[in-house]
T-cell receptor, first 118, second 109 residues
Framework: DTGVSQDPRHKITKRGQNVTFRCDPI?????LYWYRQTLGQGPEFLTY????????KSRLLSDRFSAERPKGSFSTLEIQRTEQGDSAMYLC????????????????FGQGTRLTVV | GQSLEQPSEVTAVEGAIVQINCTYQ??????LSWYQQHDGGAPTFLSY????GLEETGRFSSFLSRSDSYGYLLLQELQMKDSASYFC??????????FGDGTTLTVKP
């Protein structure tokens, strides 16, 4: 399987605990994105990486959220001191952006990690 | 800020044609994409328009009018498996997108 994979698929945690999700993008893709999706809504952009550099963070991403992509391959998203409002599907996507070509490219999404904070 | 509007629900019968509209207000527009998402599944890319006009991919076509900040997704010869949520998404820069809240398409026999 050469698609985007996310782990775990489901996570139930108690309020106040820390959680970490992992995303493995398509290997040749240089861009990696994290989105959050709640029921009945579209994905909301959280942050993205160009190789290992984090280029932008949404204002949705509070200080409790941190994302890394240490070697420009897989990425982790950590949520500290989880709150019930963090319950959502966390989606990772990747794409290949060619330098100098500023255009939309097809983003491939993983199956997501569904987080439930109880 | 950015906002996109699309109908929340559409119902059609098998074999029919359905059009899902999307209007947007954004800055730094690069293009309009469409994604399909089945319950419990990942969003799957369907099409992308950077320029005005119609793009056709099999049974699916997508249209963009940048002057009207409007686009649509046209699905022909509907099949039961087309029942899903469809999202329009505005590309703000290469790869990063703002999504609408989705249109739930129900295809009936």
């Amino acid at each position: 399987d050469t698609g985007v994979s996310q782990d775990p698929r489901h996570k139930i945690t108690k309020r106040g605990q820390n959680v970490t999700f992992r995303c493995d993008p398509i290997s040749e893709h240089n861009r990696l994105y994290w989105y959050r999706q709640t029921l009945g809504q579209g994905p909301e952009f959280l942050t993205y990486f160009q190789n290992e550099a984090q280029l932008e963070k949404s204002r949705l991403l509070s200080d409790r959220f941190s994302a890394e992509r240490p070697k420009g391959s897989f990425s982790t998203l950590e949520i500290q001191r989880t709150e019930q409002g963090d319950s959502a599907m966390y989606l990772c996507a990747s794409s290949l952006v060619v330098t100098g070509q500023v255009k939309m490219t097809e983003a491939f999404f993983g199956q997501g990690t569904r987080l439930t904070v109880v | 800020g950015q906002s996109l509007e699309q109908p929340s629900e559409v119902t059609a019968v098998e074999g029919a044609i359905v059009q899902i509209n999307c209007t947007y207000q954004t800055s730094g527009f690069y293009g309009l994409s469409w994604y399909q998402q089945h319950d419990g599944g990942a969003p799957t890319f369907l099409s992308y328009n950077a320029l005005d006009g119609l793009e056709e991919t099999g049974r699916f076509s997508s249209f963009l009018s940048r002057s009207d900040s409007y686009g649509y997704l046209l699905l022909q010869e509907l099949q039961m498996k087309d029942s899903a949520s469809y999202f329009c998404a505005v590309g703000l820069e290469a790869g990063k997108s703002t999504f609408g809240d989705g249109t739930t398409l129900t295809v009936k026999p």
